[in-house]
């Protein structure tokens, strides 16, 4: 078992397995899919937003070259603690240039920069146009307009929904880790960071959970009024980590995988009767 465990630990993200990877949730009210992550220190941002390593689909390679944002391919979902949905993202959220944002940005806004192809990447408004983010492993301080890198971006205050600190505390939350690096980091990647400055809530770090066996999370990804598929973590932090990556593969393509393994695991049970 302690073998086991070892090797768990140095999976790669997507190779981590899942209890049970198939099926949908047309109602809601079946029975939930439980899925449980080990993550080694690998996983770290770096900011994930560098295109590291491939997910192949069905037939076809994630291609994360820089494409325009497509809201349409984006995954309206949402994550429940317990009876409580502490985060919830509807589908279609515009995004805008740099230039745009600044117009609109206050300090302690946490702000999304969206590629299609790529993971999203977070960061905290601090003013003066500039933000503090976590990036290739180092928390930094950039201007808006270098860190967004032509990607579009918005503001996403309100997708978590806990009580926010003053704004004042926010940015001193950013600014007093500006330079912090690689063992000294907290965060695995650039939404924790930025969601921890702007919450304060421990959940958001490496290790802010004890992972016991219970899994109070639940992650809804909804492709339809009918079609969705629920996930089961022990962490928030396992939560985001999962939520990320599929902002990252897009809507069309979760959808293509889930159907072909809900197909291969008809095939299997066919072959056994």
């Given at each position: 078992?302690?073998?086991?465990?070892?090797?768990?630990t140095?999976?790669n993200y997507?190779?981590?397995p899942?209890?049970?990877?198939?099926?949908?949730?047309p109602?809601?009210?079946?029975?939930?899919i439980?899925?449980s992550?080990i993550?080694?220190?690998?996983?770290?941002?770096?900011?994930?937003?560098?295109?590291l390593?491939?997910f192949?689909?069905?037939?076809?390679?994630?291609?994360?070259?820089?494409k325009?944002?497509?809201?349409?391919d984006?995954?309206?979902?949402?994550i429940?603690?317990?009876?409580?949905?502490v985060?919830?993202?509807?589908?279609?959220a515009a995004?805008?240039?740099?230039?745009?944002?600044l117009?609109?940005?206050?300090p302690?806004?946490?702000?999304e920069?969206v590629a299609?192809?790529?993971?999203?990447?977070?960061a905290?408004?601090v003013?003066?146009?500039?933000v503090?983010?976590?990036?290739?492993?180092?928390i930094k301080?950039?201007f808006?307009?270098?860190?967004?890198q032509?990607k579009?971006?918005?503001?996403?205050?309100?997708?978590?929904?806990?009580?926010?600190?003053?704004?004042?505390?926010?940015v001193?939350?950013?600014?007093?880790?500006?330079?912090?690096?690689?063992?000294?980091?907290?965060w695995?990647n650039?939404?924790c960071?930025?969601?921890?400055?702007r919450?304060?809530?421990r959940e958001f770090?490496?290790?802010?959970?004890?992972r016991?066996?219970?899994?109070p999370?639940?992650?809804?990804?909804l492709?339809s009024e009918k079609?969705?598929?629920?996930?089961e973590?022990?962490?928030?932090?396992?939560?985001i980590?999962?939520?990320r990556?599929?902002?990252?593969?897009g809507?069309?393509?979760r959808?293509a995988i889930l159907?072909?393994?809900?197909?291969?695991?008809?095939?299997?049970?066919?072959?056994?009767?």
């Open positions: 078992m302690g073998n086991q465990v070892e090797k768990l140095h999976l997507a190779e981590v899942t209890s049970d990877p198939n099926g949908f949730d109602d809601d009210d079946g029975p939930r439980g899925v992550y993550f080694s220190n690998d996983d770290g941002d770096d900011d994930q937003d560098d295109n390593g491939h192949s689909s069905v037939n076809n390679a994630v291609s994360h070259d820089e325009p944002f497509d809201p349409q984006e995954l309206e979902c949402a429940h603690y317990r009876e409580e949905c985060y919830e993202r509807s589908t279609g995004a805008q240039s740099a230039e745009s944002l117009n609109k940005c206050r302690g806004d946490l702000l920069f299609t192809g790529q993971y999203p990447h977070w905290v408004y003013g003066d146009f500039q503090v983010h976590l990036h290739r492993a180092e301080n950039n808006l307009t270098d860190v967004s032509g579009k971006g918005r503001i996403v205050n309100g997708l978590y929904r806990y009580r926010a600190l003053p704004p004042e505390v926010i001193r939350n950013a600014l007093d880790h500006v330079g912090s690096r690689d063992r000294e980091l907290y695995r650039s939404e960071f930025a969601a921890w400055c919450f304060g809530k770090k490496i290790g802010g959970e004890i016991i066996g219970k899994q999370y639940r992650l809804k990804l492709f079609k969705s598929h629920v996930l973590f022990q962490s928030l932090e396992d939560v980590m999962e939520k990556r599929n902002d990252q593969i809507k069309v393509v959808e159907y072909s393994n809900q197909a291969s695991a008809l095939f299997c049970a066919a072959q056994t009767v």
